[in-house]
């Protein structure tokens, strides 16, 4: 009997003539090859977990070797990565057992039985949330005192896909120390691994929306009293699309079920209905749709990712992105709220924050990319701590939350800045521009040849940073600009005496260099690009 191509079959699954009720013999394809495959594959555990195509990459007997390899990090620790992982001892982990749950995709709840058996088999308590946004494993890890997560999701990825998220007992993201031993454990593993039949899967249920409004609420970031007040008013529409993903009824829960919610997208689809579900400006159409026909007051629209960790916002007249939402919670945090902490954010992200917190003498901290690297500013003991850590992909967390992207903090930190400020979002953005003035970010790149992938990029981008010192002065366009500032902590980043920046970022596994730029007239970023690329090829 032939083997079935399963990228094959998705590509049928995910054609524009493909019919949910027609075609649904295709779905069932790939499920059952995600269920029986015994193919092995590579493993490639980074920050934001691993991911693979399900059915030929992303099967449960190969999630059956990274339970294994998770578990192997416990069983041979020492003290320096015990120490990573939150824990004391294997015991420490048994006793207080890892939290699993899943987003919306297909064979969610069948992956993590296969993780919760092995962790059950260990001797380790287990907790099941089933359909969990990101931040929602965080809380529990902190509400349940539990050692662990495991997130069974790609994050924003397309519907052909499937991943696998590891957080260790601060709630965060883990950090190399650890993703660097899954890898190296669920490949060694691979080959020779035969598929072990399931026992008995004594989980224990749990419900992750009252945990995560419990915890919310114990951390008191969000002022939920002024919230409900705002909601509370005839003025006011607030549209949510969920792009059919695990953040619906998130919304409704937290808030009461306020009269003014409008939830989108909200029907169980695994296949997002052949969009890419992500917070983009394409995707935002339906909320557009609502808002503009709006005559309330207050306006707000949200698009969150399938598992809740990435936010956009639409006001009834502007598409509001993290660069400029970030920036806006800043100011809001430190001149309203008066609360005292530093502004973290990563190197890509638009310096109008940065500008912001210049002139209201509070410190930044630029990361590399990934979320990750804002875990010092965001755990408990932190000093200082962030009042808001954003990242340009349309990720935010703030003072005392998640160590996590969290899409509902950003909606509720949202709704808290217009209950006080009396002001939609558009309308404070448009202060902070009267006030600091406005920058424009845009992105762009170019390939080079294949033989530089990997260390041979990473070079060659660092060696940049001696034709950008400070004080030396660069053609951009005709203008020259002098460079006050130089970090080389992701990329070689370039910061003018004008505010403006070049970011030159190499790709680590393609030919490419990503350029980011930011200027405070629109029209240089073609020239800001030229020159990056000159510089690149100096």
Request: neutral net charge.
């Amino acid at each position: 009997m032939p083997t079935i191509n399963i990228s094959k079959v998705w590509k049928q699954i995910q054609a524009p003539d493909f019919n949910p009720a027609r075609d649904a013999n295709l779905v069932e394809q790939v499920k059952k090859a995600a269920i029986s495959s015994t193919k092995p594959t590579k493993v490639s555990f980074g920050t934001s977990g691993w991911r693979g195509e399900i059915g030929s990459e992303f099967t449960l007997r190969n999630i059956q070797v990274v339970a294994k390899a998770i578990l192997q990090i416990y069983k041979e620790a020492d003290a320096q990565t015990f120490e990573a992982l939150g824990v004391s001892s294997f015991e420490e982990l048994q006793v207080k057992g890892i939290v699993l749950g899943h987003d919306n995709r297909l064979l969610g709840k069948e992956f993590c039985e296969v993780v919760a058996d092995q962790f059950i088999k260990a001797g380790v308590k287990a907790y099941y949330g089933g359909e969990m946004p990101t931040p929602e494993f965080s809380a529990a890890i902190e509400l349940l005192g539990a050692a662990c997560s495991v997130n069974i999701t790609p994050s924003h990825n397309p519907s052909h896909y499937n991943g696998i998220k590891f957080n260790p007992a601060d709630g965060g993201p883990a950090g190399p120390e650890i993703t660097d031993k899954i890898t190296a454990n669920s490949n060694a593993l691979m080959k020779a691994h035969v598929w072990e039949k399931l026992g008995n899967i004594n989980w224990e249920i749990i419900d992750p929306v009252k945990i995560y409004k419990s915890f919310s609420e114990k951390q008191g970031t969000i002022k939920y009293g002024r919230i409900l007040s705002l909601l509370s008013k005839e003025s006011i529409d607030l549209v949510c699309d969920h792009v059919h993903g695990s953040t619906r009824g998130r919304p409704a829960a937290l808030l009461n079920n306020p009269q003014c919610l409008t939830s989108l997208r909200t029907e169980n689809d695994p296949l997002f209905g052949g969009i890419a579900p992500e917070p983009s400006s394409k995707n935002l159409a339906g909320i557009k749709q609502v808002l503009d026909a709006s005559k309330s007051h207050f306006r707000l629209g949200a698009i969150l990712d399938p598992d809740g960790d990435r936010i956009r916002f639409y006001d009834g007249t502007r598409e509001i992105d993290m660069n400029s939402f970030g920036a806006i919670a800043f100011h809001y945090m430190v001149t309203w709220r008066k609360e005292e902490g530093v502004l973290a954010k990563s190197v890509a992200t638009s310096n109008f924050a940065n500008i912001i917190a210049s002139k209201l003498n509070v410190s930044v901290m630029e990361t590399p990319v990934g979320f990750k690297n804002f875990r010092p500013w965001l755990k408990r003991n932190a000093t200082p701590k962030a009042l808001i850590a954003f990242e340009e992909s349309d990720g935010i967390t703030g003072l005392n939350n998640t160590l996590e992207k969290d899409a509902m903090f950003g909606l509720l930190i949202a709704l808290e800045i217009m209950a006080v400020t009396g002001k939609n979002l558009g309308e404070y953005l448009d202060l902070l521009y009267a006030e600091y003035g406005r920058l424009y970010p845009e992105r762009s790149g170019f390939e080079v040849e294949k033989s530089l992938v990997g260390e041979p990029l990473l070079v060659r981008v660092a060696e940049i940073a001696n034709s950008a010192e400070p004080g030396t002065k660069i053609s951009i366009g005709k203008k020259s600009k002098t460079v006050c500032e130089l970090l080389t902590l992701d990329g070689v980043k370039i910061i003018f005496d004008d505010d403006s920046w070049i970011l030159i970022r190499p790709s680590g596994t393609e030919p490419k260099v990503r350029i980011y730029a930011e200027c405070r007239d629109p029209e240089e970023k073609d020239e800001m690009f030229a020159a990056a690329k000159d510089l690149f090829f100096k």
